[in-house]
């Protein structure tokens, strides 16, 4: 049976927008072409699909980018009580989110009853009243390749781990592409338990939650295939192609299998593909209910790259690229297209598929994404590293079962890239870079129609950009000479009110900060303007964060927080207030000082 066209019931993929409004001269990049999205009726068709599709990719050696696999063809997955009601919840931050209705995963959770924190292949229960470690427990499966962020909700923590599984012979050689997802649900109620576990071989992309129900997106990006390949080259690839037709429907679509011993995998009639390629990569969208546990994820399916995760509680986007052509040897790439699928995920069960779409470009991350009224807006860069590279901002409405473009604005920052984007209500900043900062404002209201309201451009540019009381703009980023040259640590206050300016700076020269490339590890508190950045200086052996305060015009020092002792390469990760109490954590420990003044600081060593 071959695949058909979509129906409602299935899962997702690509519709183009028809063409927008520009808001600058110039040449503008156009739609994406039009794609429809096959979804299948029965395993035999997918199967078929697949294999042509893997047949086409593989060469002598394995495939395109990815070594053989070990003969086997796989990699082995491995394998003071105080009830948390009677502690008091105390007033807490949260973890910096893009969307309120959507929390995201990460190394420390509190609800003010407790903190939470992954760190070295453990989690950690500490009680902030009595700033004391209460609990450590070691997390399965772990290795120093694991890396491990939470969500919490109520007495329960999921533990998300991007794992790498052991290969025979010991670590994994150098490039070794294995990845597997391990999911670990833990009872916090008295002394933590592990109460639930699943593992599978995929990699492990991003998750939400909304309320106890976490939607977790994984990725395959080769199929399990073990390949004989050969020293003279046509008889490799037809003997790949043959391991290739030979291969059953479990090589491509992944398992997940719980600690009980049961396995899910996604039923074919919840998986699809764009109807413009068959791909050889798969996305997955699990969803469970950690209020009761661990049990069958309710998987879909599309046959497609994926990169990007982006909601809001009641849609979840996954966005994503067909890179063949761009590994092929044709002598011009196509132009690059960012590829939407978008689920309703209002409801606790199987996520829903609602409409597709596409955009000309790359986008930088999930910040470059925002639904509001309806209409999803995304901002793009044609060619990352092209002098005739530009960036536009796009707007796509939801017509059925199709994303249609409906308003675009072109031409900013030409022969630059965006380094950081934030939409705030109808108003979107984007911020490109090369040599100086240009922070554009984009007026939305209209979606048809977005127009440029102002441009502002300095020296360095901001990676990370939050809103903040007043209606101010921070910026977190890098200072830079007039060349281009970044020299530190910038922190930059810019009213937006009207002609964008900037009123107030605050730089560190020869620092960097996890903010610019995670906004996770920023703290912002309304009240008190209270601003914590971690900082991490080359060559330095302590671990600091820089507190600042954000208030009217200006941006003032409060101090620096520095964890006790020297711990080579390691460094501040986050920040967290529960009460009056400023928490900084690293893979070291957790370090409390008083919010005010910084003072009267605990360390707790994480043993």
């Keep these: 049976m ?222 399990r295939i073990a390949l004989p390949g050969g020293t003279d080259r046509e008889d490799a690839i037809e003997e790949n192609r043959v ?64 990169s990007t995760v982006y909601g809001n509680g009641q849609s979840l986007y996954v966005t994503g690229m067909d890179m063949a052509p761009f590994r092929s040897q044709a002598r011009k790439a196509p132009e690059p297209a960012t590829d939407i699928y978008k689920f309703d995920v209002s409801g606790n069960g199987r996520p829903r598929y609602a409409a597709s779409g596409s955009v000309k470009g790359f986008l930088l991350n999930q910040y470059s994404m925002s639904d509001y009224n309806g209409n999803l807006r995304l901002a793009t860069t044609t060619d990352r590293n092209s002098p005739t590279s530009q960036s536009s901002v796009h707007v796509l409405a939801q017509h059925g079962e199709r994303l249609d473009q409906v308003g675009r604005i072109d031409g900013l920052g030409r022969g630059e890239r965006i380094h950081s984007v934030r939409f705030i209500g109808s108003a979107a900043y984007v911020v490109t870079f090369r040599r100086t900062d240009p922070l554009y404002v984009l007026d939305l209201a209209n979606p048809g129609r977005p127009v440029r309201t102002g441009e502002l451009k300095i020296t360095g540019y901001s990676a990370y950009l939050h809103p903040v009381a007043g209606g101010r703009l921070l910026g977190v980023g890098q200072d830079a000479g007039a060349s281009g040259r970044t020299t530190g640590l910038q922190v930059s206050l810019f009213d937006v009110s009207g002609a964008p300016r900037r009123i107030d700076a605050y730089t560190v020269p020869g620092t960097t900060s996890q903010v610019e490339f995670d906004p996770h590890a920023f703290l912002y508190r309304p009240k008190s303007g209270l601003t914590v950045v971690p900082m991490t200086r080359p060559g330095a052996r302590t671990a600091e964060a820089l507190a600042l305060k954000v208030t009217g015009d200006a941006v003032t020092k409060v101090g620096t927080v520095r964890h006790p002792g020297l711990y080579l390469g390691n460094a501040v990760t986050r920040s967290l207030i529960v009460g009056g109490t400023l928490w900084t954590t690293s893979e070291a420990g957790a370090y409390a000082t008083d919010a005010a003044t910084l003072e009267n600081g605990d360390w707790l060593p994480y043993d």
């Design 243 to 306: 391991e290739v037709w030979k291969a059953p429907l479990e090589a491509w679509l992944p398992a997940f299998r719980l600690g009980d011993g049961r396995t899910y995998r996604t039923p074919c009639d919840q998986v699809s593909r764009p109807s413009a390629y068959k791909g050889t990569s798969t996305v997955t969208v699990l969803t469970l209910d950690l209020a009761k546990g661990l049990g069958d994820p309710q998987a879909v399916t599309i046959t497609a790259e994926g």
């Design 2 to 223: 071959r695949g058909r066209l979509f129906a409602p019931a299935a899962t997702m993929l690509l519709l183009a927008g028809t063409a927008g409004c520009s808001g600058a001269s110039g040449p503008r990049p156009g739609p994406a072409p039009p794609a429809r999205l096959v979804a299948y009726g029965g395993c035999d068709a997918l199967l078929e699909d697949l294999r042509s599709a893997t047949a086409d990719k593989v060469g002598p050696t394995g495939f395109e980018d990815m070594p053989l696999l070990p003969k086997d063809g796989v990699w082995a997955l491995g394998g003071g009580k105080l009830p948390a009601d009677a502690l008091p919840a105390q007033e807490h931050s949260t973890t910096n989110a893009h969307e309120p209705g959507a929390d995201e995963p990460d190394l420390v959770k509190t609800d003010g009853r407790r903190i939470v924190a992954v760190a070295n292949q453990r989690l950690r229960v500490i009680d902030p009243a009595g700033r004391k470690i209460t609990h450590t427990l070691k997390l399965p499966g772990s290795t120093r390749f694991d890396h491990g962020e939470l969500l919490l909700s109520g007495d329960r923590a999921l533990v998300l781990a991007d794992h790498v599984p052991p290969v025979a012979g010991g670590e994994p050689p150098p490039g070794h592409a294995g990845r597997a997802t391990r999911l670990t649900l833990v009872d916090l109620s008295g002394t933590p338990k592990i109460i639930g576990t699943m593992t599978s071989d995929t990699e492990y992309l991003d998750a939400r939650q909304h309320g106890s129900t976490v939607r977790v997106v994984v990725r395959r990006t080769h199929p």
